[in-house]
Structures are given as structure tokens and as C-alpha cells.
């Protein structure tokens, strides 16, 4: 019912850049949080960044000061604007959308994209 794609990965040097798209469809509540997770082989998911509605936004330390989280509320699209590659950003980069909803009863909803793979080498 609700989908995710993202879109922009790819290979880059290290030093370079990346912008990553992610388009979501579907009954979407307009209060909620979009961000971005990232997982190298071998290793846990992590967040690399998110945003709410309102715009208030969270980095991952690793990634403060190089990347930038946007989105587009009317569109339900998010972005990552990724500088200063380096080596260890190398991953699968996946796009998330979570809110809180319900009058009778609360419910999470929680949904995940397909994944985008971002590798930076030389």
C-alpha cells in the first residue's frame, strides 16, 4: 500500500558527491518521519539521517557536517544531499517513513524502501 523507491546511487570517488531521491506513494499521514539508513555487509543498519514534518533533523556523528537531509512534504519525497565521500560510506542506503496514528487506539506504521547502493572508491 505504501512504497518506497529511492534512486541516485552509484559509484563515486572519494572526496565526491551523491544526491539520493526517495519518492513514497500511497495513504501517507502527513505527521511523520522520513530518513535514511544505511547497512555494509557485515554490519548493523544505522541511521544515517532523518527529518520530520516540521523539519526538525538528526545525523549520525559519522555523517554530521558532510550530509544533508531535505524533504518535500507535498511531493513525500526526501533527500540526501552526500559530500565529502569517503570509503567507509560505502553501503546500501534505504529509505524509511514511520508516524503514530489512530483516535480509538494508537498504531506505528513503518515502512521501508528497497535499498540504493552507494559505493565510493578510487
Known amino acids: 500500500q505504501v512504497q518506497l523507491v529511492e534512486s541516485g546511487g552509484g559509484l563515486v570517488q572519494p572526496g565526491g558527491s551523491l544526491r539520493l531521491s526517495c519518492a513514497a506513494s500511497?495513504?501517507?499521514?502527513?505527521?511523520?518521519?522520513m530518513g535514511w539508513y544505511r547497512q555494509a555487509p557485515g554490519k548493523e543498519r544505522e541511521l544515517v539521517a532523518s527529518?520530520?514534518?516540521?523539519?526538525?533533523?538528526k545525523y549520525a556523528d559519522s555523517v554530521k557536517g558532510r550530509f544533508t537531509v531535505s524533504r518535500d512534504s507535498a511531493k513525500n519525497r526526501v533527500y540526501l544531499q552526500m559530500n565529502s565521500l569517503n570509503p567507509e560510506d560505502t553501503a546500501l542506503y534505504y529509505c524509511?517513513?514511520?508516524?503514530?496514528?489512530?483516535?480509538?487506539?494508537?498504531?506505528?506504521?513503518?515502512?521501508w524502501g528497497q535499498g540504493t547502493q552507494v559505493t565510493v572508491s578510487s
Open positions: 524509511n517513513v514511520r508516524w503514530t496514528a489512530g483516535l480509538l487506539s494508537t498504531r506505528e506504521y513503518d515502512y
Open positions: 500511497g495513504n501517507i499521514f502527513s505527521l511523520n518521519v
Open positions: 527529518i520530520t514534518s516540521a523539519g526538525s533533523t
